[in-house]
């Protein structure tokens, strides 16, 4: 590209409308956890928001599916979730969930500060000092002690001038493929299970080769459905799901135009797909499309570079830490970034010089350091989330929503700590952060009951007892135990989580009230 006209856009004097402990830019599950935890330990906290509600990708991108590996504040989260009627196994209902986060925050003490972007970082003396956003109201700034990036893009720590990586470096920089979650009305479950035999991802597979073959899409969006969530609390027969399966490949999903591009691209493969949906799939006959998420999901972009990069060869080796403040449960999840189907796994080269590909074994789980969440060069940062620091297959692996929250937890309670005693965050004593964490509910001195895919840590399953992506018929991208080794090892984590959910509550006194949303908050 030839070099891009520059125009002078002038210094201007903005007010300082705020000044805080910590700020949190970006209010996904990553900048809630850390919001939350930076005012449990004495923190004034803002937080900042560019949309209209808490939850990010989840409530906004409509990932309606967050149950996987709880800690902390999670069972609280959690708790809430369940007092009203909000999640059902792993499937959450969005509004509640928008009011439980808030009403958890507002309870706390944070301050949320909605439909503003952070437009630029303060920095002094090489410090993080606050930020410029911009709002209704204008240009205005933030001073803040601490902050911690959340924005899932890196925005806040690049704005400051920290390095980032963004993209798989083998395939041009393009970053993983982004989805444009689809929310449909009037399905009807029971005919959906009648016609499913089992596998509801087999029986998309089939129809979309056949839809495929009769020429109904013009071109393949994915071999497979990514997943779909039935939404809790409805009318079976007129029941409302969410669907991922529209895909955008060779992304630039920090380039404003491109992101443009893969939305209309995607709204346009939503149509065809509902009507993929009412022609082939069981219990879809009088189903429409109510509306696509508010938000892109972005599922990896930038990746701001900290005192540790997280690698894909931790996760394959189950990586232990000294200063481990979270846990990682995940398989590597990179959907391609420039065809159909799915990269999970990294290839490693043996001593003989020949090639291997090594995937995540299930019950396995890692850790991830407190250096993977302090910024390089810039002190009082810390990050969490998605733009965690990493490497392009070790992102894929970390950035499930409640891995995101339990980095934001990590990071919150550090911002607080730091300041409570007078060191940079950099030079935080990070056995101390580790002893608080525990104490607040996150376990990383006891190994857990189970690790990647449910599977109990303490199982004995070798790689001959699983079946691979490839070879799985109904395309399903998670490496998965043979139906015999399941009967034996397999556990269900929703079952899992619920006994440690159970155990948790009482442990601390909470009691159902079966009330309505926030009742429990009271
Ligand atoms: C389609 C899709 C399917 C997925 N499926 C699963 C799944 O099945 N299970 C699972 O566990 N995970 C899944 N994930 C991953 C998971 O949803 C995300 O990685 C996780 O939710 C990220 O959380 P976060 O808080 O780091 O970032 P985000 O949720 O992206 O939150 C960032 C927040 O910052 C705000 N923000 C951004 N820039 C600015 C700015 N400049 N100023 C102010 N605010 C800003 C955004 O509006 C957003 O609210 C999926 C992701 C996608 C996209």
Redo the contacts with the bound molecule.
Sequence with gaps: MSEMEKFAWGAKEIPVVRSVDVLV???????FGAAMCAARNGAKVLL????SAL????T??Y?A??F?YIEGIGFELFHALKNCGAVKGRFLDLEKTKVILEQMLLKEGVEILYG????DAIVENGAAAGAVIFNKSGFQAIRAKRSVD????G??AVFAGVPCECGCPELDGYNQA??L?MHVGNVDFEAMDAGSHGSFELVWREAIDKAMAAKEYPYMIDKRV??QVRVPGRDPHHAEVYI?YAHSRKCRCTDGFDLTRQLIEQRQQCQWTIEFCRKHLPGFANAWLIDTAP?L???ESRRIMCDYKVTGDDLVDGARFEDAVARAMHAFDAHHPTEPGHIKHIVRRKADGTEEKCYVNPGQWREIPYRALVTKKIENMLV????VSADFMGQSGI????E?LNM?QAAGTAAALSLKDGVTARKLDVQKLRSRLEEMGINLFHAPEYGQSGIAASSKITPADLIYPENNPSGQANVVLTDKARGKYAMNVSEIEADRMEKYLSDNGYAQTDGDVGTNLE
């Design positions: 830019a970006g209010g996904g599950y990553a900048g900042v928001e560019q949309l939850g990010g990708l989840v906004m991108g990932v599916l967050t996987s503003t972007s952070i437009v959340a924005t899932g893009d925005d806040l982004s989805s979650v990514n997943w991922c938000l999901g972005v599922r969490a989330g998605r733009n950035r499930l929503v409640l995101c934001g």
